[in-house]
């Protein structure tokens, strides 16, 4: 069958709005507690709240984001493949160190990846899946021309949600989803100039728009030259590195 016949597939009906946890079954309540855990700690780490390096325990996280130590461990887990903490039985969890050397090896496995997904969800998106991408691009963009660095961080996360949803390949879309936030949290780091947050910005706006066009050739242009300004980027935060020359 034809990948654009996707386009005709109803989408799964959103949650009723101000649907709280305590309105759900309970298993359902479980997994939102998680999701929420899971969004909070990963927003402190990519924003050096918790610093790397750091030792945390489940026991005062959970105080600290008032959630239960379960949902916290199933979030700390999640956060472990994703590379940002590392589970220390019987010692607690540690926030991991920024690694160039980790970093250049997520931008070369998000460029083959982030241009699969790109181009997929150009071919595969509904006309409602493409109306939200260019809306959060534009969105992504505002936050940038105000130097809202966190909200700029939180949108660059629901776009990358939204265009793998859209590129219906749950296989690619699981592979990358362990590797966008120890990305965000090293250019976090590093950034430091407003013009290097609108020009990230512009280019993560690229790629949204050349999706909502229906633009495979576009889509995956654009987000070749995002991973390329990535690594760019990355490798300038060594000065006296050499284009082409892998950190060890």
Avoid: C
């Avoid at 887990?77 to 994703?82: G, K, M, N, P, W």
């Avoid at 998106?125 to 260019?134: D, G, H, L, Q, Y």
Wanted: overall charge neutral.
């Amino acid at each position: 069958m034809d990948d654009r016949e996707d386009k005709t597939r109803p989408t799964a009906e959103p949650p009723a709005a101000g649907r709280q946890a305590s309105d759900l079954p309970p298993t359902a309540a479980g997994a939102t507690r998680t999701e929420e855990a899971y969004r909070r700690l990963e927003e402190m780490i990519v924003t050096l709240e918790l610093a790397p390096g750091s030792v945390v325990s489940e026991a005062v996280l959970g105080r600290q984001l008032g959630i239960g130590t379960t949902p916290v461990r199933e979030a700390l887990q999640r956060l472990s493949r994703e590379h940002l903490v590392q589970i220390l039985p019987r010692r607690g969890v540690v926030v991991t160190a920024l690694d160039l050397r980790q970093q250049l090896q997520v931008l070369e496995t998000r460029r083959e990846l982030d241009r699969l997904i790109a181009r997929a969800a150009a071919r595969r998106a509904t006309a409602p899946e493409r109306a939200a991408v260019a809306e959060l691009a534009a969105r992504l963009e505002r936050a940038a021309g105000q130097d809202d660095v966190r909200a700029f961080l939180r949108l660059d996360g629901e776009l990358r949600q939204a265009m793998a949803r859209a590129a219906r390949n749950e296989i690619a879309a699981a592979a990358v989803a362990t590797l966008h936030a120890v990305s965000r949290r090293f250019w976090f780091f590093h950034h430091s100039e407003p013009a290097e947050l609108a020009e990230t910005a512009r280019l993560h706006a690229a790629v949204a728009r050349a999706v909502a066009a229906s633009d495979e050739a576009a889509a995956t242009d654009a987000s070749d030259r995002l991973i390329a300004h990535l690594v760019a980027f990355s490798r300038a935060t060594l000065p006296g590195l050499e284009v082409g020359v892998p950190v060890t």
